[in-house]
């Protein structure tokens, strides 16, 4: 376990190594029968998302994220996995849909957007599996430091994030604009 101030293991000073082209993101998956806060928890598989799969992120995300995005409607789940495959982590557990996470990478920064887990689901481990698997995509493309946006006013997400080993950067600030109305 970490302890301390300071960045996140291997966020800064760290060189990974990079793969080797067409890298095959492994699939992530927890072990079975775990028990975890007093509950069963059976196989979770968290793996990219397949274009007839993704007919259910926007509905899903809807019930399950705080906050909206003006890309989470079919459109944009299409347009992110036509330009990146494996950037939508869909997390399954007992076949049902369970949670998902972006995992963006641009060829530099490493970016883990939009996560999400079915209410009914919640303090079961869903949480933390989403983003180490987005972490695990990222180490074998070469990325040497994740990311994520987090609302503001969500207090739970922060607790979240902090227990991942995620720190906030108070000197930036997202600046958004709109490209269509």
């Known amino acids: 376990m970490r302890r301390g101030p300071g960045p996140a293991p291997g966020a800064h000073g760290r060189t990974a190594k990079r793969p080797a082209a067409g890298v095959r993101m492994p699939e992530f998956r927890t072990p079975r029968a775990r028990t975890c806060c ?35 409607d079919r459109d944009g789940v299409a347009r992110l996995i036509a330009r990146d ?25 490493c970016h883990l957007y939009r996560p999400a ?29 994740a990311d994520a946006m987090v609302l503001t006013r969500d207090e739970t997400a922060h607790r979240a994030w902090r227990a991942a080993g995620y720190r906030p950067e108070e000197q930036w600030r997202r600046w958004v604009r709109p490209l269509a109305d």
């Open 38 to 72: 007093d509950r069963r928890m059976d196989a979770l598989r968290v793996r990219p998302a397949t274009p007839d799969g993704i007919g259910s992120v926007p509905a899903f995300r809807g019930t399950a994220a705080k906050g909206t995005s003006i890309s989470d």
């Open 117 to 145: 887990v079915r209410p009914g689901r919640r303090r079961r481990g869903i949480g933390s599996a989403l983003p180490r698997a987005a972490e695990q995509r990222f180490a074998g493309l070469g990325g040497r430091r």
């Open 85 to 109: 495959p494996k950037a939508l982590l869909p997390a399954e557990q007992d076949g049902e849909p369970a949670g998902t996470a972006g995992a963006g990478f641009d060829g530099r920064r």
